[in-house]
């Protein structure tokens, strides 16, 4: 799977142009057309006293937003690269799905969600509800939390991390891709500790080496795809271990796929890729369920 084409949904406020810029090194790759797309949430046209709507509020923010894609797409047409953009008076998920209909994009760009943690538990966040409802790879861009900077070389050093799932081939087949673009990547599996549960140390590491060996056979693949990629066995809560293993090895992204639960479950619970999106400083890739 290429990325040839790229979804970049925006409110401006948490993604402008300096975000989209770290995103052109996958230009190295086969990405070539970018498609911009700016939802006007109705509350923000809607006039202070009563239930009316503004249609003044919503030409100036259209015009506004118009201007901002115009003078992006112009940077883009000297690099030699095609542009679309869709500007709606609208609810956020539902738009984004409409355009990746008629788009088919390989990839969407969203920032973090701007939910509440109450309001997550009855509607969920705009990650979840995406990854949900669609099978397009979805990159949650986050800045540096310290100065709002964006990373400059966000594919520099990423780390993958693998369950073995259906999720986790989709990342395989697109990330393989990637050889003129990922600097270094970790990979890393988190064995919990009920699996490591025997009678003596022998069954212990007898598993561990199971798990290295996978990682490594995966390394192997990666490596032939010029990929340079270094395994690991982490042990433990697999939130707590990504969280730990991003920050050891300094990444500039995490690699996740996604798993299907049922709503009920996952409303209530999460999930460790909706969480570590949701919640963590890292910008993370996330890969739905095979559709």
């Given amino acids: 799977m290429k990325i040839n084409k790229l979804l970049f949904v925006t409110k401006f406020e948490d993604l402008c142009y300096d975000a989209l810029n770290s995103l052109l090194s996958l230009r190295k790759a086969d990405l070539e057309h970018v498609v911009f797309l700016n939802v006007i949430e109705r509350e923000k046209v809607a006039m202070k006293r009563g239930a009316g709507y503004l249609k003044e509020e919503e030409v100036k923010l259209k015009e506004t937003a118009n201007i901002r894609f115009i003078d992006w797409a112009e940077n883009l047409f000297e690099m030699g690269m095609e542009v679309g953009a869709y500007i709606e008076v609208s609810t956020l998920i539902p738009e984004i799905l ?89 990979i890393m599996h988190v064995v919990k500790e009920k699996d490591l549960e025997g009678p003596d140390s022998h069954e212990v590491q007898k598993v561990r080496k199971k798990e290295r060996k996978k990682l490594d056979d995966l390394c192997d693949e990666f490596e032939d795809a010029g990929i340079c990629c270094r395994p690991h066995v982490y042990v433990g809560d697999p939130e707590k271990e990504i969280l730990k293993a991003a920050k050891e090895y300094q990444a500039t992204m995490v690699i996740l796929g996604f798993s299907e639960k049922t709503a009920i479950l996952e409303r209530w619970m999460g999930s460790i890729s909706r969480n570590i999106a949701d919640k963590s400083v890292f910008p993370c890739l996330l890969f739905p369920v095979k559709g």
């Fill in 98 to 186: 409409k355009v990746v209909e008629r788009e088919k994009p390989d990839l969407i760009v969203i920032g973090r969600s701007h939910k509440g943690p109450l309001e997550q538990l009855y509607s969920r966040s705009d990650i979840t509800e995406l990854t949900r409802r669609t099978r397009v790879p979805i990159l949650v861009f986050k800045h540096i939390a310290e100065d709002n900077m964006v990373p400059e070389e966000l594919f520099k050093r990423p780390l993958f991390a693998t369950s073995w799932s259906n999720s986790g081939e989709k990342a395989v087949a697109c990330l393989k891709t990637l050889g003129q673009v990922i600097g270094e990547m970790h």
